[in-house]
């Protein structure tokens, strides 16, 4: 509901005008109608709370509806993509998959249409923030006197509009981007079939297969994240979520940043990579994984600390071609036709379709339009330049008591993103983005989080009361870096999630659990936010059931219980070997201490067999077996039964490896497996340019 539009009157709005424009005062103020709010006003109109939104008209979506460009699959899933009152109202709201932009985008104009008629479109100029209220300033020439103001206004970057204006139709032409990530990737997948050369000039990007099968079940990508686990047994998730034994590596290259054994750190996981998983994209390709070096970093004792994703890591997500092929062999041209685009950048690299070039040590002329590198030269026809996406939050004057002058806008100097600790009662919403699942998993939680703040005086004073240190706290534990950096709103969604169900009071603990099945939703089930809305003040309808039958079609999250017990058997393996080398007189009790405290990297460096992700589950079941058996072997035999165990490990991943039979698959980036589709690609090569009419145009003309 709109409190006090501009056309009515209010006690104080004949006397109190600013700069000659009557002020219109209002309780709740939301700057910025998009799809980051709407689970705010939906908690406002439930409880029957007035607000006010104002709003431009022209956002992404409506730019590339306009430009007829939504013709692609989104690159998170339906339950990182919809709001969870969305996904418990559909019959099928359980069955997790990859939508189609036009079907997102419906989802905005049902909402749009919704409250279309509440909202006051005009564009907002100037917010001055006072101790207990702001004056909004529009275009119009309206001010507002508002109690609270939320801030809701998305994000502005160059490829954003590069996406809607690039012009397809190209043939046989060089493209060089100067960025990678989703949007680059998806103009990349438009333009090869049309036969154009591809030059990306970067110097590091991740990306990660959006959907797999494991275990006989199918996990989209935020699927199998098991977030809680790292609440409980951080280490054994560590080795858990970092997944294959290059992988693991690299924390061991973030806690040693800064130092001179950095970069032969980063050079050991590139000859262990090559030994173990020579056919992981990130071992074959290793320039395209490296580490940020910031000029500031963490304390020592601070990075040991870390999350196991810290903040900031941007990952790609796209169709790897095997899983493609899985879903859509068949039906690729009614696939294309939906808006399903195989985008295995992957595939693309090492096929040749796409030539990477260091960015930093690579020069581009745009005038003579030529990137050189290394003494080569070569030419380009159209240039996709990239850059950092920035907020579009108005302009905003501090004039409280705490401090004056212009709000700069710092992820890092606001509480979960949401609260600026310079500002008095502004909220922000939806400048986070997550490196895996969608944003609505963030806003979502963001949104109940400012819903309290607005409803619960008591909540928002403790909030305000410590908020430095909070921020402080929060800092320390997802950032490895202490100065600002361009990605520093990318999070971890599960670890996000959590925190801000924590900071709410709305989460679960282990304790609460009573079943088997509760304490296995709450370590492995991913932390959407429909899990914290299964019941509580902010419950909705049908979340349980949802999350009940998410948790069976995945076998009760099987594959990620085989890789907890997997990892845990083999540190109490680990830890045993060293008691009875002790016990048995090999070595001193300084010996056995010290060895204590080299087990995690110890177990980071020999424990690979447990890595490998599998689609068997009979593989999983016979590592569990084999994990166990190496407990008793070196319980019965002493500790140099160890060596036994672990080197069967490291055989039999070697052999596997080089066999690849098919159920054995990395997780992410398994150029073996994806080399066998060759014959796959051409024909969808085919089919694109059949559904697109390439080759067509001379006939039509």
């Given at each position: ?39 705010l ?81 005009d ?24 109690k ?30 100067t ?95 090559k ?24 304390p ?51 096929q040749?379709?796409v030539?990477l ?5 690579s ?51 606001a ?26 998993t ?12 607005l ?49 709410m009071g ?13 304490r ?33 079609n ?25 008691l ?18 080299l ?11 447990t890595g ?8 999983d ?25 672990l ?35 051409q024909?969808?090569?085919e ?15």
């Amino acid at each position: 509901m709109s409190a006090q539009a501009e056309g009515q009157s209010s006690p104080a709005q004949g006397s109190d005008r600013e700069a000659g424009n009557a002020v219109t005062e209002v309780d709740i103020l939301i700057v910025g109608f998009g799809f980051s709010c709407i689970p705010l006003l939906r908690e406002l109109d439930l409880r029957g709370t007035e607000y006010t939104i104002v709003s431009d008209r022209n956002p992404v979506w409506k730019l590339l509806e306009e430009s007829g460009r939504l013709d692609f699959d989104l690159v998170s899933s339906y339950h990182g993509s919809f709001y969870s009152f969305d996904l418990a109202a559909d019959p099928e709201g359980y069955r997790d998959r990859y939508t189609t932009a036009e079907e997102f985008y419906g989802m905005h104009l049902r909402y749009l249409e919704h409250y279309r008629d509440q909202i006051h479109f005009d564009h907002v100029d100037l917010i001055e923030n006072y101790d207990t209220y702001s004056l909004v300033h529009t275009s119009a020439g309206k001010v507002y006197r508002a109690k609270q103001v939320i801030v809701s206004t998305g994000f502005r970057r160059k490829i954003h509009s590069t996406l809607s204006t690039f012009d397809y139709s190209i043939k046989g032409k060089t493209v060089l981007f100067t960025t990678m990530g989703d949007s680059a990737n998806l103009m990349i997948s438009k333009l090869i079939p049309r036969g154009n050369k591809i030059l990306v000039a970067t110097d590091r990007f991740m990306a990660l297969d959006k959907i797999l099968t494991l275990s006989g079940r199918t996990f989209t990508n935020d699927q199998l994240e098991s977030h809680n686990l790292s609440y409980v047994a951080p280490r054994v998730y560590r080795r858990i979520v970092w997944g294959s034994f290059t992988t693991a590596l690299t924390r061991l290259a973030i806690l040693l940043m800064g130092t001179p054994l950095h970069r032969p750190a980063l050079r050991l996981i590139g000859w262990i990579g090559k030994l173990f998983t020579s056919q992981q994209f990130i071992a074959k390709y290793p320039e395209t994984f490296s580490f940020r070096s910031p000029r500031q970093l963490a304390p020592w004792s601070a990075r040991r600390k870390l999350v196991p994703w810290p903040n900031g890591v941007i990952a790609i997500k796209h169709w790897p071609i095997d899983a493609y092929a899985e879903h859509f062999d068949g039906r690729i041209e009614e696939a294309i036709e939906e808006g399903y685009i195989l985008n295995d950048i992957h595939y693309f690299i090492d096929q040749g379709y796409v030539t990477l070039y260091p960015k930093s040590r690579s020069s581009i002329d745009r005038e003579g339009q030529t990137l050189t590198h290394d003494g080569e030269t070569v030419a380009y026809d159209f240039l996709v330049e990239g850059d950092r996406e920035t907020p579009r939050i108005p302009k905003i004057v501090i004039k409280h008591s705490g401090g004056d002058g212009e709000y700069r806008y710092r992820f890092k100097g606001a509480y979960l993103g949401i609260v600026p600790e310079e500002l008095r009662n502004i909220f922000l919403i939806g400048f986070a983005r997550p490196t895996t699942a969608g944003l609505a998993t963030l806003t979502e939680m963001q949104c109940l989080f400012v819903h309290q703040m607005l409803a619960e005086p008591e909540f928002k004073a403790s909030v305000y009361e410590n908020v430095s240190e909070r921020i402080e706290k929060y800092n320390a534990r997802h950032y490895h870096y202490q100065e600002d950096g361009p990605a520093d709103h990318v999070v971890f969604f599960g670890t996000y999630v959590e925190d801000v169900a924590r900071a709410m009071g709305i989460n679960q603990s282990l304790q609460d659990c009573k079943t088997r099945d509760e304490r296995t939703k709450f370590l492995f089930f991913p932390n959407a936010p429909f899990k914290y809305r299964v019941s509580g003040k902010y419950e909705v309808e049908g979340c349980d059931r949802l999350v009940d039958q998410i948790y069976r079609n995945h076998d009760r999250f099987w594959i990620h219980r085989a890789g907890f017990w997997r990892v845990l058997l083999y540190r109490v393996m680990i830890v045993l070997a060293w008691l009875r080398f002790y016990l048995d007189g090999s070595i001193s009790l300084g010996g056995f201490v010290a060895l204590l405290l080299l087990t995690p990297l110890f177990f980071r460096g020999l424990q690979v067999l447990t890595g490998l992700l599998s689609s068997s589950k009979k593989v999983d079941v016979a590592q569990i077996v084999y994990a166990a058996l190496g407990v008793v072997a070196v319980g019965i035999f002493g500790g140099h039964a160890l060596w036994f165990v672990l080197g069967g490990d490291m055989l039999a991943t070697l052999v596997l490896r080089q066999l690849k039979p098919s159920w054995v698959r990395y997780a992410f980036g398994d150029l073996k497996v994806k080399s066998k589709f060759k014959g796959f690609f051409q024909r969808y090569l085919e089919a694109y340019r059949r559904v697109h009419r390439i080759g067509q145009e001379k006939e039509a003309a």
